[in-house]
């Protein structure tokens, strides 16, 4: 089946610095979604995707989807502590299945 | 405009009894998707559905887990019987279309004790 790698698995930044998180496969995804789960909650859509080399802002927050259509990255600028949570990303295919990464811990150090 | 609803928030049964999950996804999403996350892992697919029909089941463990979304609406999930590795958060999610993307529930936390 599908699968995602999406490194890092964890990140320790200082309040005020960037971060940047990726997902790559094998396998080819029309969309690319990026979530944060907060303890409890469930995930919140930050960022989509739908269109090969696209580049999306929202905030502090740029997401790409990669030419070839098989990896994604995450920026997120000028950390802030509510930024703390678990990052996933999630590749679409066109027949609307998602598969999801294992997602990245950040935790920013005030 | 009210997002995904889910009930309950939390559940704690003891093992072989059944429990069942209600999801309200956002006014007209014609996709709806159950999913189960285990601790410290990202969600994974049990069933999607395109209005009233199950288009995406390869995942759901049949013997003892079912799904239903009558009239294309809300949707339930039941585990019959349920046993330890069944504790889970159990997410609903819904989208507008088939390749839209997907807004999810708060979850409902089952435990099985």
């Known amino acids: 089946g599908q699968q995602l790698n999406q490194s890092p698995q964890s990140m320790f930044i200082q309040e005020g610095e960037d971060v940047s998180m990726n997902c790559t496969s094998s396998?080819?995804?029309?969309?690319w979604l990026w979530y944060k789960q907060d303890p409890g909650e469930g995930p919140v859509l930050l960022i989509a995707?739908?269109?090969?080399?696209e580049l999306t802002s929202n905030g502090r927050l740029t997401a790409q989807f990669g030419i070839t259509r098989k990896d994604s990255f995450l920026n997120i600028s000028a950390s802030i502590p509510s930024d703390v949570g678990i990052y996933f990303c999630a590749g679409g295919t066109s027949y609307g299945k998602l598969t999801f990464g294992q997602g990245t811990i950040l935790t920013v150090h005030p | 405009e009210a997002g995904v609803v889910q009930s309950p928030r939390y559940k704690i049964i003891e093992k072989k009894q059944p429990v069942a999950f209600w999801c309200n996804p956002i006014s007209g999403h014609n996709t709806l998707y159950w999913y189960r996350q285990n601790l410290g892992q990202g969600p994974e697919l049990l069933i999607r559905y395109e209005n009233e029909e199950a288009v995406d089941d390869s995942q759901l463990p049949k013997d003892r887990f079912s799904a239903e979304r009558l009239k294309g609406v809300d949707s339930t999930l039941k585990i019959q019987p349920a046993e330890l590795g069944d504790s889970a958060v159990y997410l609903c999610?819904?989208?507008?279309?088939?390749?839209?993307?997907?807004?999810f529930g708060q979850g409902t936390r089952l435990t099985v004790v």
């Open positions: 995707l739908y269109k090969a080399g």
């Open positions: 999610a819904s989208s507008l279309e088939l390749q839209g993307s997907a807004f």
């Open positions: 396998s080819i995804f029309n969309t």
